[in-house]
């Protein structure tokens, strides 16, 4: 399309150069003549203001930019020129992204700094991107283009689900309802009240036999350490899955360890651009041993395979499992008991 109106606008700049010299030529006066004249240097002109070549530019990004999928991002590119350059006009365009061009006018090497309203549409992380410069006249008569290659990093992430976030808070809730790390009812000590104590604490009978407010101190149980484990199965709710993931753990960060079992093996989650490289496994990949763990599985299918993963860790661990595409927790109290119906859990 761009070579046919380009070449349309050539055609129709002929056209009239035609008419103005058979006009000159037919009448023979000096109207028809400085018509002509006239003509041909508005012409040599627009074509005078494209003699400098566009591989003179270069391009340079901020990266790295972090965005979710979905989701409108912006992007920072700074144009220089190695030497000299001039155009009338100058527009850019980032093509794998979209449509829409920046423009500037009467462009004269100097620094430029434009941005780009993006929208990433798939996860995963980019570092390069074609960049089209076109450089046009003081008419828009002729056109020149030239595609280069810009290098940002890009980082596009699972896009956010607002009902994972609910649903990851009432699982926190209902953990911290659980019994685990709760504080016994054997008393370890008795000591001086201190500011900040809980009242709750306070022994009244101690307080009134010693007449000084004395806190009891209880033991604790030891906390089960948690894993929270994503089993990254390749199905077609996937990227569903990854993206409920990606949010409830957001609510957990920090508070317990996390792995990500995926094509690439099991590996702690370091850095959120794992989640922008996830890829489903086909085949489950060797996976450790755990001990005297709390796991928390986030799976993205309920798969034989799983089944009989959660009965092994089960001998050495507590085991809870979630389903993502669900947004449900699996009984897995069932597990041993209930033959396979269809490659489901029961």
């Known amino acids: ?9 050539i055609l129709l700049v002929l056209i009239g150069l035609g008419l103005a010299a058979a ?13 002509l004249l006239f003509y041909l240097i508005f012409v040599l002109v627009n074509l005078v203001t494209l003699i400098f070549p566009l591989n003179r530019l270069f391009f340079i990004a901020d990266s790295p930019v972090w965005t979710t999928v979905g989701q409108s991002f912006s992007l920072v590119v700074t144009v220089k020129s190695r030497s000299v350059y001039w155009a009338p006009g100058l527009s850019l365009q980032l093509p794998d992204y979209s449509t829409k061009k920046t423009f500037a006018s009467f462009y004269h ?36 283009q030239r595609q280069f290659s810009l290098s940002p990093e890009i980082i596009v992430l699972p896009a956010r689900d607002s009902t994972a976030e609910q649903w990851a808070l009432e699982i926190s809730q209902a953990r911290q309802r659980a019994s685990f790390g709760e504080r016994s009812a054997n008393i370890r000590n008795f000591r001086e009240y201190r500011r900040g104590d809980s009242l709750k604490q306070m022994d009244w009978k101690q307080s009134a036999r010693q007449r000084e407010l004395i806190i009891r101190e209880y033991e604790e149980h030891e906390e089960t350490p948690t894993l929270l484990l994503f089993w990254g199965k390749r199905t ?24 990500l079992v995926t094509k690439t093996g099991i590996a702690p989650l370091q850095d959120d ?17 755990f001990k005297n763990r709390q796991l928390l599985i986030f799976t ?6 799983l ?26 109290e069932t597990f041993a008991e209930v033959p396979d119906k269809g490659g489901q859990f029961s």
């Not at 006009?23 to 018509?35: E, K, Q, V």
């Not at 996937?238 to 609510?251: A, D, H, P």
């Not at 651009?273 to 041993?289: D, S, T």
């Not at 089944?307 to 897995?332: C, F, I």
């Open 1 to 9: 399309m761009r070579h046919f109106k380009q070449g349309l606008k």
């Open 23 to 35: 006009y000159a030529i037919i009448f023979n006066d000096t109207s028809g003549w400085l018509l």
């Open 109 to 144: 090497g100097q620094p430029w700094q434009t941005v780009f309203e993006l929208t990433a549409a798939k996860r995963g992380i980019f570092q390069k991107t074609r960049v089209t410069a076109e450089a046009v006249d003081w008419f828009g008569l002729f056109t020149k």
């Open 236 to 259: 077609s709710t996937f990227e569903q899955s990854l993206s409920r993931y990606y949010t409830l753990q957001k609510v957990f960060k920090g508070q317990m360890e996390q792995c």
């Open 273 to 289: 651009r794992q989640f922008a490289l996830a890829a489903g496994f086909e085949k489950i990949p060797a996976l450790p041993a």
């Open 300 to 305: 993205t299918t309920q798969d034989p395979e």
């Open 307 to 332: 089944k009989e993963q959660v009965r092994s860790w089960q001998r050495n661990n507590q085991v809870a499992v979630y389903d993502l595409s669900q947004m449900t927790p699996v009984l897995v």
